[in-house]
């Protein structure tokens, strides 16, 4: 019996260009070899971050491309936890959960709502404890719900930013906002207020994880000092790496992958709605994503995550529990996230009859599949 997964956010392989980056890479090497294969600035290859830079519309010196943006992310969060706690969204993504933990730095969780983080409660915590912070959020297709939070949120988000007595850092971490499936695309935290609020991106999402490059967009006084921390940790980023995808981009390859990258995703996330509605039990509720790589799972009353994980693992399919997605001992026991992103349309529909099969079973007795 195969192994359906529904734990890892990672793209089909049908939507890795392999034989496009194995030309670029090439192409990148024979134009700019004597630059990419040496040590290089700690900021990233020159010719991306301009091209980053452009695109969001600030000066290249507030772009740091780093080995992924989970590495920026532990570079980040270990200069803000020096200075204040993080807050972060209930759930929320489970790594930069474990960095803090791993940092000692005091975070603070922000319960969502159907539509997001629940900006009311996060103006109720900014009051009960006004100190400097730093606010971790993904907007758009969160990741593990894939909720997206509406306009009217966002620009009240960074009102309580603006306002609050003392420094709100924002960060926004958005590696999945091209990945749309369907509804009107919002702007993002940063162009509401590009001064003022740090952006995190990935080409992991829309070209290849395994390229490795993510980037941030930091006021300049901060990337200044991050460089420098860079460059005591791994001196130089992947810059054949950088260089590769930048060929990618410069060659106009992306608006053309993104759209076979959203069809794939698209029809694996109709295949998991259907698949939901058609067999699972009264009171499991999820989300509808417009797009990115999960939904959010939670349970009918009674259900276990825990219980149901370890079952469903020896059924021969796996996800990732809620708990994980949440402070310790602080909630999710009950949910779980789905990522749709990889396996088949026809994975998918065996796995979630799987699932449900297991629900409408006690504990005690697991199904043989």
Sequence with gaps: ????????????????????????????????????????????????????????????SRVLVTNGSLEGLNLLLAHFAERGRILVEAPTYDRPLK????????????PQDADGLDVDALEEEL?????????????????????????????RLLELAREHEHPLTVLEDDPYGEVRFEGDVLPTLHELDPEHVLRSSSFSKVISPGARVGYFILTPELAAAIETVATNVYLTPSL??????????RRGLLGPHLE???????????????????HFPEGARWSHPEGGY?????????ADA?????????????????????????????????AYSFASPAEIGTGIERLSTLLHQPSAAPVAV
């Design 240 to 249: 054949v790496a950088q260089a590769t995808v930048y060929e990618f981009l």
């Design 99 to 110: 960095i803090a933990a791993r940092l000692g730095a005091r975070v603070t969780a922000i």
């Design 127 to 155: 009051r009960r404890d006004a100190g400097p912070a730093l606010l971790y959020v993904l907007p758009t297709f969160q990741n593990p719900t894939g909720r997206t939070l509406p306009l009217e949120r966002r620009r």
């Design 306 to 338: 825990r219980d149901l994980l370890e079952r469903a693992t020896t059924a021969g399919v796996t996800f990732v529990k809620g708990a994980d997605f949440f402070p310790p001992m602080s909630g999710g026991e009950a949910s779980a996230r789905l």
């Design 260 to 278: 076979r990258v959203c069809g794939l995703l698209r029809e694996r996330r109709d295949a998991m709605l259907a698949a939901l509605e058609a």
């Design 1 to 60: 019996m195969s192994l359906i997964s529904f734990a890892r956010g990672i793209p089909p392989v049908q939507a890795l260009p392999v034989e496009e980056l194995a030309d670029c890479a090439r192409a990148a090497i024979e134009r700019d070899g004597a630059t990419v294969l040496n040590y290089g600035p700690v900021g990233g290859y020159g010719p991306l971050r301009e091209w980053i830079a452009e695109r969001n519309g600030v000066d290249a």
């Design 294 to 302: 999960f939904l959010w799972l939670e349970l009918p009353e009674g």
